[in-house]
Nanobody, 125 residues
Framework: QVQLVESGGGLVQAGGSLRPSCAAS????????MGWFRQAPGKEREFVST????????HYADSVKGRFTISRDNARNTVYLQMNSLKPEDTAVYYC??????????????????WGQGTHVTVSS
């Protein structure tokens, strides 16, 4: 069964850190790019970060650059999002997604074919 399962969200104070992860199954993990998106209450889903299939290339939204780090472990079929210096405006449901097209990496939500169920991140001030 092809699926993505996120974990690792939670409640943290401003300035703190979290490290959500996303476990993939069903397809050879090292053959596709992965991304993280987030959706805050009342807002549209927005791009956070993406990583190519080897893990050698990454891209970030300006709002998280320098604070978040995306990585992947192809042996464990898992992608991570290390989030440091968290701010209340980072509060959202965080989703991982898989792009099976073979693109180097993808920046738009409509370029991803499979999504996880989301993990909640709440940053208190």
């Amino acid at each position: 069964q092809v699926q993505l399962v996120e974990s690792g969200g939670g409640l943290v104070q401003a300035g703190g850190s979290l490290r959500p992860s996303c476990a993939a199954s069903g397809r050879t993990f090292s053959t596709y790019a992965m991304g993280w998106f987030r959706q805050a209450p009342g807002k549209e889903r927005e791009f956070v970060s993406t990583i190519n299939r080897s893990g050698g290339s990454t891209h970030y939204a300006d709002s998280v650059k320098g604070r978040f780090t995306i990585s992947r472990d192809n042996a464990r079929n898992t992608v991570y999002l290390q989030m440091n210096s968290l701010k209340p405006e980072d509060t959202a449901v965080y989703y991982c997604a898989a792009d099976y097209s073979g693109r180097y990496y993808a920046l738009r939500a409509d370029e991803y074919e499979l999504w996880g169920q989301g993990t909640h991140v709440t940053v208190s001030s």
